[in-house]
């Protein structure tokens, strides 16, 4: 999703952890059920009992706590009408299904570099590794040419593979579904390889690092 990975000059190596997460309680309609409450964003006890609704949600309060779920960084590209190269980083990929091979990202409401991705047909995620900051900074700005700088072949499909990417996947959109302020794009799969290997491109609560196992 574009413009969704925050600027910022920190940099962090993050260790596997190696250890098992804590058990959750059962759900019933994305609730607990054994109707205990919990601290909203304020402190304030909130019942989340059989049926009601938890609580409203503060938007920061919600980005620092799904920034905790560390993930990997995409750029998706493709081959813009103009015949120029475009694209956009999202760190909100993951794989659907097997049979048949799909995909998914997010992406803003607000990109304006997505319906150009998008009008190409066919598109490629590639899967960046710990020295792509810079790419997925370049990728995740508004405007201008994202692709100065940045070196690339195509794909079997035709899209940019970005120098260095740890694997890329040919696509097509299969389906978009609204999703608030997102679109939830599911692609098909034509073609994908390993591409170099290097450690992953990680994104942590809003800072860039890489993966020591």
């Not at 560390?70 to 999202?90: H, Q």
């Not at 692709?147 to 890329?168: E, M």
């Not at 799969?189 to 890489?210: K, T």
Request: net charge neutral.
């Amino acid at each position: 999703m574009e413009e969704r990975v925050p600027r910022t000059t920190s940099r962090r190596v993050f260790p596997g952890a190696g250890q098992a997460p804590p058990s959750l309680p059962p759900l019933r309609n994305g609730l607990p059920v054994n109707g205990r409450s919990f601290p909203a964003g304020n402190g304030r006890p909130v019942s989340v009992a059989d049926g009601e609704p938890a609580f409203t949600v503060d938007g920061q309060h919600f980005r620092n706590v799904l920034g905790r779920f560390a993930t990997g960084v995409v750029a998706i590209t493709a081959i813009g009408p103009d015949g120029e190269p475009c694209g956009l980083a999202a760190n909100s990929f993951t794989s659907v299904s097997l049979d048949p091979p799909l995909v998914a990202f997010c992406v803003a409401h607000t990109s304006t570099s997505w319906p150009r991705v998008r009008s190409a047909g066919r598109l490629c995620v590639n899967v960046l590794s710990e020295h792509h900051e810079r790419v997925s900074r370049q990728l995740a700005t508004s405007g201008g040419d994202k692709f100065a700088g940045v070196p690339w072949s195509p794909s079997p499909g035709g899209s940019p593979v970005i120098d260095g990417a740890l694997a890329w996947i040919d696509c097509s959109v299969e389906a978009e579904h609204l999703a608030g302020d997102h679109v939830i794009v599911v692609a098909r799969v034509h073609d994908l390889d390993a591409h170099v290997d290097h450690g992953p491109l990680v994104f942590f609560r809003g800072h860039y690092g890489g993966f020591q196992g």
